[in-house]
């Protein structure tokens, strides 16, 4: 059974750092690309950021480029989302999300419960 | 960025009535190469992640009833259930995958008459 298990989320003032968590099993880690996608409060889905199988290739949303940085350590089964300058309108749910392809974002067949990141002084 | 565009913002339609959610992209999703369309869809109930009903525009995930089906091609697509249950209120989105960013329409929430 596949899982995927956010961790890292909390209340963050504006211009701080999170560094998110995703701990995956019951699947070949290595061999998925895995994405971040995001919900603000009462509003739909954004993808955020994505990170082929093997870790060689990172995508990323304008929104969160340059402020974002997502990895993978495939000997733990866990993807990261760094955050940093984080700000207000960062505020939302973060899924994270296994895709169907090895190397790039296509979409997702698995996601976590999420974990709420909020950004406010 | 393709945008994606759903149609309507909200819907309401009686127990075991048809209901029908559009979506058209800015530009097509259709591949020449292998004659797919990078077309999702995903079904969000409160509280819960999203969970995938359809990809390459029309083919059911594994478990999905078959009461869901997914049709189009190019930019403009379709999620048709065929008789609403009462376990289908939810929000529904559209998402393109042909181009990086993935980018997702702005949900259509069904509710039941």
């Known amino acids: 059974e596949v899982q995927l298990l956010e961790s890292g989320g909390g209340l963050v003032q504006p211009g701080g750092s999170l560094r998110l968590s995703c701990a995956a099993s019951?699947?070949?880690?290595?061999?998925?690309?895995m994405s971040w996608v995001r919900q603000a409060p009462g509003k739909g889905l954004e993808w955020v950021s994505g990170?082929?199988?093997?870790?060689?290739?990172?995508y990323y949303a304008d929104s969160v480029k340059g402020r974002f940085t997502v990895s993978r350590d495939n000997s733990k089964n866990t993807v990261y989302l760094q955050m940093n300058s984080l700000r207000a309108e960062d505020t939302a749910v973060y899924y994270c999300?296994?895709?169907?392809?090895?190397?790039?974002?296509?979409?997702?067949?698995?996601w976590g419960q999420g974990t709420l990141v909020t950004v406010s002084s | 960025d393709f945008v994606m565009t759903q149609s309507p913002d909200s819907l309401a339609v009686s127990l075991g009535e048809r209901a029908t959610i559009n979506c058209k992209s800015s530009q097509s999703v259709l591949y020449s190469s292998n004659n797919k369309n990078y077309l999702g869809w995903f079904q969000q109930k409160p509280g819960q992640p999203p969970k995938l009903l359809i990809y390459?525009?029309?083919t059911r995930e594994s478990g999905v009833p078959d009461r869901f089906s997914g049709s189009g091609s190019g930019t403009d697509f379709t999620l048709t259930i065929s008789s609403l249950q009462a376990e289908d209120v939810a929000v529904y989105y559209c998402?393109?995958?042909?181009?990086?960013?993935?980018?997702f329409g702005q949900g259509t929430k069904l509710e039941i008459k």
């Open positions: 390459w525009a029309s």
């Open positions: 998402q393109q995958y042909y181009s990086t960013p993935p980018t």
């Open positions: 990170i082929s199988g093997s870790g060689g290739n990172t």
């Open positions: 019951g699947f070949t880690f290595s061999s998925y690309t």
């Open positions: 999300a296994k895709d169907i392809s090895a190397t790039k974002p296509y979409y997702s067949d698995y």
